[in-house]
């Protein structure tokens, strides 16, 4: 490996690679306000994404549903983990609305984790997906949860027609207990496996962080898990730690080795790859889907006989 320890904990440095100049413009400010005003979340601010400044400048966002406060609280998220409250029934309405103030073309969708709900929240995913798809020219984008692997509540959202499906895999098997203790890997995959069962033609996409000590070769064997689930896109970035209270990095990964998995990760058959320290789900998702699109599926258009082939 060519990652850079973090050695004694909180006495290193950010490496230079994860330093970015402040945005210039007053894109945010206005883009704060507007969500303020609408009550809508984003996963930008909820949990603390480095691209902040850049993304809201621009005039992009991520937008959050089904509340600000999640049901599982795993160790690397900086999103509220406490009771959730009731459901905005008006909150698709007001994220199609914002949308198109923003003049989105691609809306990303994500939100928390909802086990509270008999459904997951797929219901509330699906209606968001329905009301932005009336707006012309859009595409739309969902990362979700797990859904605690509820086959209906994946067939909903998929159903709805985004045209990327995400669920991140967010770390390899080993790291789960520590990283995901309330997950399961296995579960996440056939999340991905069976979407792409209830619609072919979706793009299936799925990320993980590195830097929480995992090693190359678990890296590598997750890699073919996503591609035996006919994950179609890849994203990789570095792990940051959000405040004292979550687990430490324990080292800062190279770009030269981000590029060495991007490089991997098509070779392995992925139909794109984004993979940099500070590449997150939602960045550039545009930008990933048209790579994808360009790029010839080596799973193939035929719906698989059951939900366990590809």
Not at 59 to 77: D, E, K, Q, Y
Not at 197 to 213: A, E
Not at 225 to 244: F, K
Request: proline share 7%; net charge neutral; aromatic share 6%.
């Amino acid at each position: 490996m060519d990652g850079v320890s973090m050695g004694e904990p909180g006495k290193s440095r950010f490496p230079e690679w994860l330093r970015r100049p402040l945005p210039e413009g007053g894109g945010i400010g206005r883009i704060k306000r507007m969500l303020a005003e609408a009550g809508l979340h984003t996963v930008c601010q909820s949990a603390g994404c480095p691209n902040i400044g850049g993304c809201f400048s621009s005039g992009t966002a991520t937008f959050l549903i089904l509340g600000p406060s999640c049901t599982r609280g795993c160790g690397f998220c900086a999103i509220d983990a406490s009771n959730p409250g009731p459901l905005d029934p008006d909150e698709p309405r007001k994220v199609a609305e914002a949308a198109a103030r923003l003049g989105l073309s691609h809306t990303v969708i994500t939100s928390v984790t909802r086990d509270d709900l008999a459904d997951g929240g797929s219901g509330h995913f699906a209606e968001t997906v329905r009301r932005l798809r009336e707006i012309p020219g859009m595409e739309v984008e969902v990362l979700v949860p797990d859904f605690r692997g509820r086959k209906a509540s994946i067939a909903e959202v998929v159903e709805s027609g985004p045209a990327v499906f995400n669920h991140n895999i967010e770390t390899v098997p080993g790291l789960y207990y520590r990283v995901r203790p309330r997950a399961d890997y296995r579960t996440s995959l056939d999340v991905l496996k069976y979407a792409k069962w209830v619609n072919p033609g979706v793009i299936t996409k799925s990320g993980m962080m590195l830097g929480l000590g995992e090693e190359d070769g678990e890296v590598r064997d997750a890699l073919e898990d996503l591609r035996r689930a006919c994950c179609d896109i890849l994203t990789l970035g570095q792990y940051l730690r959000p405040s004292e209270r979550h687990l430490e990095v324990v080292r800062f990964v190279t770009p030269a080795e981000f590029d060495r998995w991007k490089a991997e990760a098509l070779s392995m058959g992925f139909r794109a790859a984004a993979c940099a320290p500070l590449v997150r789900s939602s960045h550039g998702a545009a930008e990933l889907l048209r790579d994808a699109r360009a790029s010839a599926s080596s799973c193939g258009s035929a719906k698989p006989r059951t939900p366990k082939e590809c």
